[in-house]
């Protein structure tokens, strides 16, 4: 079955940088659209980044700049490069599958999400 499986998060500095990974199983992820989302307390989940099945990419306008999503197909693996990070980007961060494999910042679009991890800015 599908899974997703978020790794990477932990307490940085403001400025500072971390590698979140996003390992898929029970499908290929080749063919499909993997989105990043966050949700902080009391806020509603958001789009940060997705990457489609042809390796376009979309960014939130709050990480353009700063963040960078890709793919290694070999590892069925999809990896947020997250730098200059701010309090603000303090939130549990989620990836999650279109298998529709186009890109899109809403939550309702995509069908598998994995457990979260937790990223926290702070000085």
């Known amino acids: 079955q599908v899974q997703l499986v978020e790794s990477g998060g932990g307490l940085v500095q403001p400025g500072g940088s971390l590698r979140l990974s996003c390992a898929a199983s029970?499908?290929?992820?080749?063919?499909?659209?993997i989105g990043w989302f966050r949700q902080a307390p009391g806020k509603e989940r958001e789009g940060v980044s997705c990457?489609?099945?042809?390796?376009?990419?979309y960014y939130a306008d709050s990480v353009k700049g700063r963040f960078t999503i890709s793919r290694d197909n070999a590892k069925n693996t999809v990896y947020l490069q997250m730098n200059s990070l701010k309090p603000e980007d303090t939130a549990v961060y989620y990836c999650?599958?279109?298998?529709?494999?186009?890109?899109?910042?809403?939550?309702?679009?995509?069908?598998?999400w994995g457990q979260g991890t937790q990223v926290t800015v702070s000085s």
């Open positions: 990457i489609s099945k042809r390796d376009s990419t």
């Open positions: 999650a599958v279109r298998r529709y494999g186009y890109c899109s910042g809403s939550v309702s679009a995509f069908g598998s």
């Open positions: 029970g499908f290929i992820l080749d063919y499909n659209a």
